[in-house]
């Protein structure tokens, strides 16, 4: 592993301030979630791509021993500026729901689809690791958010470069890879964080279980901070990278997204 959670200071965090930011708190405790879960996920993988030694190794010894210690680096935050959150009686709930959404099922029909979904999976974690990083003005937050951004761009080009070998013998035309990058991204927006960021509030919030109102406005405003900082340019790179298109065609597709997503999302999210 590139760095190491015991290797960080968390008494140094400046607990006024962190806490002074509720909803990137939420969003953390969101993904310490989805994060400490990866496991459940790298068993289907692994399954998935069973034959593949070298890539099944990766997954198994580096891959998933990242993910899960990006949810212990958050998870120890989280413990340090909500002290009276019950961490693990949340997350047992969140789990349970959670790991129904695992199956192999859910992967793709073939090898090179699925990687070109973990492709998407990744540029969702980079981006947002960069956007958090962006958003604290808490120095050991914003150190734990580059080391993790830094891992899931690593994770992201694994997972390009096992998509291009595969991709050399199952020959998946540009049509192929956009319908599997369209079908993951619409699933990315609803799934884990939704279920996690769920568990979340109803911990942080007991009073309010029951009122679908003031969770979905809690939502839309992390939703909102998210979109304001999004590492726009980053992200639309990192997704359409598998299309392999001309790089005439990259750079008007990068003008066009880089003028219409912003105030896509500021629509999407006010309605
Ligand atoms: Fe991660
Ligand atoms: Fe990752």
Not at 16 to 25: G, P, S
Not at 143 to 161: L, P, S
Request: net charge negative; glycine share 4%.
């Amino acid at each position: 592993m590139r760095w190491r959670v015991e290797n960080i200071d968390f008494s140094r965090i400046d607990v006024q301030r962190a806490a002074a930011n509720e909803d990137l708190m939420l969003l953390l405790c969101a993904a310490s979630f989805v994060e400490s879960g990866s496991d459940l996920y790298s068993h289907t993988l692994i399954d998935f791509f069973d034959g593949d030694d070298d890539f099944c190794a990766w997954l198994r010894d580096d891959w998933e021993a990242e993910e899960l210690q990006h949810g212990r680096a958050l998870k120890a935050y989280v413990g340090a500026v909500w002290p009276d959150f019950d961490w693990d009686a949340s997350f047992a709930g969140f789990f349970a729901e959670y790991s129904r959404t695992c199956s192999r099922e859910q992967l793709e029909k073939t090898r090179a689809r699925e990687l070109v979904a973990r492709c998407v999976i990744e540029t969702g974690t980079s981006s947002l690791y960069r956007t958090i990083g962006q958003c604290a003005d808490e120095p050991v937050l914003a150190q734990i958010a580059e080391r993790i951004h830094a891992d899931e761009v690593h994770h992201y080009k694994i997972f390009y470069q096992a998509f291009k070998r595969y991709n050399q013998s199952e020959r998946l035309g540009r049509y192929a890879v956009f319908r599997a990058l369209l079908r993951r991204s619409l699933e990315i927006r609803n799934e884990d964080e939704e279920i996690a960021m769920r568990h979340v509030l109803a911990a942080r919030y007991p009073g309010r279980v029951g009122d679908p109102q003031f969770s979905a406005r809690r939502i839309e405003r992390v939703s909102r901070m998210v979109m304001d900082s999004l590492p726009i340019d980053m992200s639309v790179k990192m997704m359409i990278k598998p299309l392999d298109l001309p790089a005439r065609v990259q750079r008007g597709l990068l003008a066009a997204t880089g003028w219409a997503v912003r105030p896509l999302s500021r629509f999407l999210f006010s309605r």
